[in-house]
């Protein structure tokens, strides 16, 4: 697996999505599926699972959170009939945000929630069709218009090996909010490109916990690292879960968590799923110790 993925926070229509977006999308598989039982939202179903280059994991977590365009899964195709094609397929049923047209930054360009809300973006870019066909788009608005470079800083900082390959500013009176900085820039996260972008009329929406970005730890200390750089809000810790000072929501998750839900007695399992739910930072000899019932 990638040390990022893509963790989507459907109600109650996880697998219906995933098998959609497998039928839209050739290079797509389903890896893994297991349920977390007697959670707060009763049994979750997880799917983790691989679009192209990117992957992800869906659950069923109930209707707390919902997906807006702060984070897009953006699509780099060869031409304009290969994004006409899929955005037939895919913005089936789904809302445009910029209706399917040509554009100045691309010949064949398309913003738009599908029907399960999640916000896709398809352009003309055969460079990045190649080797990243797929890539996150976060987009810095309402409250933290205009923070993209600050936080392009902070996580490359964090993230061993993190490069910055792009900068664009808007030009003096291009944005018509003034806190907006940069119209577009590329972070290379592990195998893993992030663009991040200033909303240039300030936007209405923020990150929540619908589109989080789940971290797979090797190791304790890998755990408390990123947490301890990561986390800044104590009120949003929770099963591993944290919010940022953008507020983008991540998830610290040690890949030992799911070897020790791999396999086991139902009772086993769920003793391990209850310590979870109890806990804001995971920790791992917690975990080992309640499945085993040390």
């Not at 280059?53 to 707390?64: K, S």
């Not at 055969?126 to 810095?140: P, V």
Request: hydrophobic content about 40%; some cysteine; proline content about 3%.
């Amino acid at each position: 697996m990638q040390h990022l993925i893509s963790h989507l926070w459907f109600d109650d229509e996880a697998s219906e999505a995933v098998n959609f977006y497998l039928s839209v999308f050739e290079d797509a598989e389903i890896l893994n599926e297991m349920v977390y039982e007697d959670t707060p939202s009763g049994d979750a179903l997880s799917i983790e699972f691989r679009l192209e280059n990117l992957y992800f994991n869906a659950i069923n977590g109930g209707p707390q959170f919902k997906f807006n365009p702060s984070i897009s899964i953006m699509v780099s195709l060869p031409d304009g009939p290969a994004v006409d094609k899929l955005y037939g397929e895919l913005a089936e049923g789904g809302t445009d945000l910029m209706p399917l047209d040509s554009y100045p930054f691309s010949e064949r360009y398309a913003w738009f929630a599908d029907q399960y809300g999640l916000t896709w973006q398809l352009m003309v870019d055969s460079d990045h069709a190649k080797s990243e066909k797929l890539r996150l788009n976060l987009l810095f608005s309402n409250a933290v218009c205009g923070k993209a470079e600050e936080a392009l800083d902070f996580y490359q900082e964090i993230f061993e090996g993190a490069e910055i390959r792009a900068v664009s500013k808007y030009s003096e009176g291009e944005a018509p909010d003034e806190r907006a900085k940069i119209n577009y820039a590329e972070l290379v996260i592990g195998e893993n490109e992030l663009v991040l972008m200033d909303h240039g009329a300030g936007g209405d929406f923020t990150f929540n916990e619908a589109y989080s970005l789940l971290i797979l730890c090797a190791s304790q200390a890998e755990v408390d690292y990123y947490w301890e750089k990561l986390s800044s809000d104590p009120n949003a810790e929770q099963c591993g879960w944290l919010k940022d000072k953008f507020g983008v929501a991540w998830q610290i998750v040690p890949i030992r968590m799911y070897e020790l839900m791999a396999e086991g007695t139902e009772e086993e399992l769920n003793r391990v799923t209850q310590a979870m739910l109890k806990m804001k930072k995971i920790d791992i000899e917690a975990l080992e110790n309640a499945k085993y019932g040390i």
